[in-house]
């Protein structure tokens, strides 16, 4: 069982435009929601992370909208950039298991010229 | 991350061979992880461990066996490799001691066909 549903599977946007991945759970004791971007060939690396006392957190132009009824958050990329190009993973964990994540399977961003 | 390192980058295979794959880290951690990627399925855990004498399975650790030969050094080893095993896999390390435990670091990856 999936504990961390993400969509779209690939998303491609105009440079300029907003691009807007989702990601929602069921377990209510997640208490830590970290995004991961990953260049071909690299790793993935932590690009911003959320905690639920927060409805909402921003980093440049990355921003992670949360909803704690809704089980639910978001990773919204503004004025979106050729380099954002990559695929990005949503994760989740809780505080007894101290470190495990649940990833999503990821999205693929094409952001063209 | 130059932090962690693994070793082959790539390895071809064939089916029923056993394999090692090596992951090394310098940060310290002492927490380590690893990974499978594989297209449309995302990242899914093979087996962790926490510390030295801490090893526990993950989501999809059949077929796969680690050993963590210090707590700098994770090592996942296919007994038999079997052609569905081709993917890539990662290692990540975790420090328990941070305020950001959560954050994992991720090496390289290793590109492993199995024929």
């Known amino acids: 069982q999936q504990q961390v549903k993400q969509s779209p599977q690939s998303l491609i946007v105009q440079k300029g435009g907003i691009s807007i991945i989702n990601c929602a759970y069921e377990?209510?004791?997640?208490?830590?929601f970290p995004w991961y971007q990953q260049f071909p060939g690299k790793g993935p690396a932590l690009l911003i992370a959320i905690r639920p006392d927060v409805s909402e957190k921003k980093e440049g132009r990355f921003t992670i909208s949360f909803n704690k009824s809704a089980k639910q958050f978001s990773l919204h990329i503004m004025d979106s950039q050729p380099g954002d190009s990559a695929t990005y993973f949503c994760a989740a964990s809780r505080g007894s298991t101290l470190g495990r994540l649940y990833f999503g399977r990821g999205t693929q961003l094409t952001v063209w010229p | 991350d130059a932090d962690v390192t693994q070793t082959p980058r790539n390895r071809i295979t064939k089916t029923g061979k056993r394999i090692m794959l090596e992951c090394s880290q310098t940060?310290?951690?002492?927490?380590m992880y690893w990974y499978r990627q594989d297209p449309g399925l995302g990242l899914r855990l093979i087996y962790y461990?926490?510390?030295?004498?801490?090893?526990n399975k993950g989501e999809i650790s059949d077929g796969y066996s680690v050993s963590r030969q210090a707590q700098a050094k994770f090592s996942l080893s296919l007994e038999s490799a079997i052609p569905n095993q081709t993917a890539l896999y990662f290692c990540?390390?975790?420090?328990?001691?941070?305020?950001?435990?959560?954050?994992?670091?991720f090496g390289p990856g290793t590109r492993l066909t199995v024929l």
């Open positions: 940060k310290g951690h002492d927490r």
């Open positions: 377990n209510t004791a997640f208490d830590y």
């Open positions: 461990s926490f510390d030295v004498k801490d090893i």
């Open positions: 990540a390390t975790s420090d328990s001691s941070s305020f950001s435990y959560n954050e994992q670091f």
